[in-house]
Structure formats: structure tokens, C-alpha cells
């Protein structure tokens, strides 16, 4: 009789870009570990998309908006307005198949 495998002793890994989770997906799968089975998976930045223009939302990633925060950047420096500190932007959360749960409609 086989014995059940342990436990994994993390649910998640939120990476700091698309390029890392995916990496991180290839060593996870290699180890045996089911991504979004046995840990859920997320990437930051949405590039998979943006830079090879897929339309399949396979990696769950955060979409920073880089192009409207570098519009905003460069729309300040234009109007050479010193504003320096925190500014707000929105980001959105990209659910791909890399998580578990409910999925968009689209």
C-alpha cells in the first residue's frame, strides 16, 4: 500500500515578475508538486501577455499598468510638476490557471 504523499508545507508562491513564476512552475512540476492542485502560483507584471500578445490567461499574474503608470510618469515630468512621494495606481489581478477558485467569464 502506498503511503499518501506529505503535505506541502506552502499553499501559495507570489512571485516578483511573470518570468519567475513561470520558472518557479517548472521546478514545482519537476518536484512532483501540482500547480494549482497542490500550490497555487502568481506572477507580477502580466507578461505573459504584454509581451507575447497571448490571449489564454494561463499564469495568474497582478497587471501593474505599466504602460498608463509610465504615461502618468512622463505626463508629470512634461508639465514639469515636482510632486514627489507616494502616488496611487491601480493594478488588476489577471486569474489564470495557476489558481484555484472561480474563474471569469470572458
Known amino acids: 500500500m502506498l503511503s499518501p504523499e506529505p503535505p506541502s508545507r506552502f499553499g501559495a508562491v ?10 518557479a512552475k517548472s521546478v514545482l512540476r519537476e518536484s512532483g508538486t501540482r500547480v494549482p492542485d497542490d500550490v497555487a502560483l502568481v506572477g507580477v507584471d502580466n ?7 497571448q490571449s489564454t490567461r494561463h499564469l495568474t499574474t497582478v497587471d501593474t499598468g505599466l504602460a498608463a503608470l509610465g504615461a502618468a510618469a512622463a505626463a508629470q515630468a512634461a508639465d514639469g510638476r515636482d510632486a514627489p512621494g507616494t ?3 491601480r493594478c488588476t489581478l489577471v486569474v489564470g490557471a495557476t489558481t484555484a477558485g472561480p474563474r471569469p467569464e470572458g
Open 87 to 89: 502616488h496611487a495606481h
Open 47 to 53: 507578461g505573459e501577455y504584454v509581451i507575447s500578445g
Open 14 to 23: 507570489f512571485c516578483g515578475n511573470d518570468q519567475i513564476a513561470l520558472g
